[in-house]
């Protein structure tokens, strides 16, 4: 089974509709993070959470919300979905007291908004 | 705050050829430079990364990578490269003051080709 599973793998949606991203991860892994992927621009982080209590905005925050909901539970949400929110997002893990600075990626949610 | 630069957005090779995938970064504080390889319809799996000590590096499936700081390059290499390499590469940075947090490049897709 994978270490961190995302849900769903495909979603097109319609603008101004909320969505939900989920994200799940069986390493133990206190460190989470959401990224989206734009051809030409890598990888852009969207929120990262050190802990189930804290949360932090990253590069790219606006028009997205994030919950944990358990260590091993991390959500993005849309909350009024826009054209340009159409990308490929990933979440990602890591842990502070283990191999140093290594992030541990899904396989991705491939996200079409109309 | 950090960057990083990956000049090339495509590198076009013959199957046991050797490649070279630059990447050069940008900031004021000791960092942590990573290679991701991300392949067709999946996440992203790390390749090698530097943390301290030698400046070269030795990864997964005969890539490696060399530290250097008066260049702030970290390119990536591999004397002889299989048709199984063909993916997108990412190179990525972390600072030591703000750990866990990756800036990634844009990516260079490689292509290996018979």
């Known amino acids: 089974d994978a270490d961190v599973t995302q849900t769903p793998r495909n979603r097109i949606t319609k603008t101004g509709k909320r969505i939900m991203l989920e994200c799940s991860q069986t390493?133990?892994?206190?460190?989470m993070y959401w990224y989206r992927q734009d051809p030409g621009l890598g990888l852009r982080l969207i929120y990262y959470?050190?802990?189930?209590?804290?949360?932090n905005k990253g590069e790219i925050s606006d028009g997205y919300s994030v919950s944990r909901q358990a260590q091993a539970k991390f959500s993005l949400s849309l909350e009024s979905a826009i054209p340009n929110q159409t990308a490929l997002y990933f979440c990602?893990?890591?842990?502070?007291?283990?191999?140093?600075?290594?992030?541990?990626f899904g396989p991705g949610t491939r996200l079409l908004v109309l | 705050a950090q960057s990083v630069t990956q000049l090339d957005s495509q590198v076009p090779v013959f199957e046991e050829a050797p490649v070279e995938l630059r990447c050069n970064y940008s900031?004021?504080?000791?960092?942590?430079l990573f290679w991701y390889v991300q392949y067709p319809n999946q996440g992203l799996q790390l390749l090698l990364k530097?943390?301290?000590?030698?400046?070269l590096v030795k990864g997964i499936n005969g890539f490696e990578a060399e530290f250097n700081k008066s260049q702030t390059s970290f390119h990536l290499r591999k004397p002889s490269v299989h048709i199984s390499d063909t993916a997108e590469y990412f190179c990525?940075?972390?600072?030591?003051?703000?750990?866990?947090?990756?800036?990634f490049g844009t990516g260079t897709r490689l292509q290996v080709t018979l």
């Open positions: 390493k133990g892994h206190d460190r």
């Open positions: 900031s004021s504080v000791s960092v942590y």
């Open positions: 530097y943390l301290s000590g030698s400046t």
């Open positions: 990602a893990t890591s842990d502070p007291q283990g191999e140093t600075e290594t992030q541990y």
């Open positions: 990525a940075v972390s600072d030591l003051g703000t750990a866990s947090k990756l800036t």
């Open positions: 959470s050190f802990d189930v209590k804290d949360i």
